[in-house]
């Protein structure tokens, strides 16, 4: 089966930039979400079709792509930013959904 | 406002089966493609299924993990969605979420609409 691949871990200080990487190899053929996931809440999307925002989303998240990986950037990373971040792609058709790992981000 | 809620989450045995259901608001639910993810304890997030909108002949698609065992359908009157899970297993214990996106006119403008209930708890054990 496909898979999405992320680093399980990464630590930022306050107002520093937070990269998180999601590898796979249909990436170039396919869009992907990116969504933070807080403990005991349900997913929240911050990133759809590579690089667009969601009404609400701060302007600091943004989303790149660049071959078989895409890239989640948090600039300024706040307190607030401390989550679980999954990257979220398809395959077979666009109706499978594949998530990454997720990444642990913690804010020092 | 528009928003999910599930319910029909509880403990079942091994090889027992429950039925969980997700009603929206907000939103039609049969124009809708309606998707069941879960979460195990601990763990990422891992796709189930999903159902088509009625429009695209409300087909139904599953991850391998869970076909031939689970079922999704929809009642379009209640604006509800459900998850039959059969032949339960212990590696089934799950928060189960259901989840939309559309695109929705808001305010004279269109905005990308994902939307996720807050889950319902499943837990196979002896």
């Known amino acids: 089966s496909y898979e999405l691949t992320q680093p399980p871990s990464m630590s930022v200080s306050p107002g520093q930039t937070a990269m998180i990487t999601c590898s796979g190899d249909e990436l170039p053929r396919r869009y992907v979400y990116w969504y933070q996931q807080k403990s005991g809440q349900a997913p929240l999307l911050v990133i759809y079709?590579?690089?667009e925002r969601p009404s609400g989303t701060p302007a600091r998240f943004s989303g790149s792509t660049s071959g078989t990986t895409v890239t989640l950037t948090i600039s300024g990373v706040q307190a607030e930013d401390e989550a679980v971040y999954y990257c979220q792609s398809t395959y077979n058709s666009d109706t499978h959904k594949v998530f990454g790992g997720g990444t642990k981000l913690t804010v020092l | 406002e528009v928003q999910l809620v599930e319910s029909g989450g509880g403990l079942v045995k091994p090889g027992g089966s429950l039925r969980v259901s997700c009603e929206g608001f907000?939103?039609?639910?049969?124009?809708?493609?309606m998707y069941w993810v879960r979460q195990p304890p601990g763990e990422g997030l891992e796709w189930v299924g999903l159902?088509?909108?009625?429009?695209?002949?409300?087909?139904?698609e599953y991850d391998a993990s869970v076909e031939g065992r689970f079922t999704i359908s929809r009642d379009d009157s209640e604006d509800t969605l459900y998850l039959q899970m059969n032949s339960l297993r212990t590696g089934d214990t799950a928060v189960y979420f259901c989840?939309?996106?559309?695109?929705?006119?808001?305010?004279?403008?269109?905005?990308?609409?994902?939307?996720w209930g807050r889950g319902t708890t499943v837990t196979v054990s002896s």
């Open positions: 989840t939309t996106a559309f695109v929705a006119a808001v305010d004279g403008t269109h905005q990308y609409m994902d939307v």
């Open positions: 079709k590579d690089t």
């Open positions: 159902i088509y909108s009625k429009g695209d002949g409300a087909t139904t």
């Open positions: 907000g939103f039609n639910v049969s124009d809708a493609y």
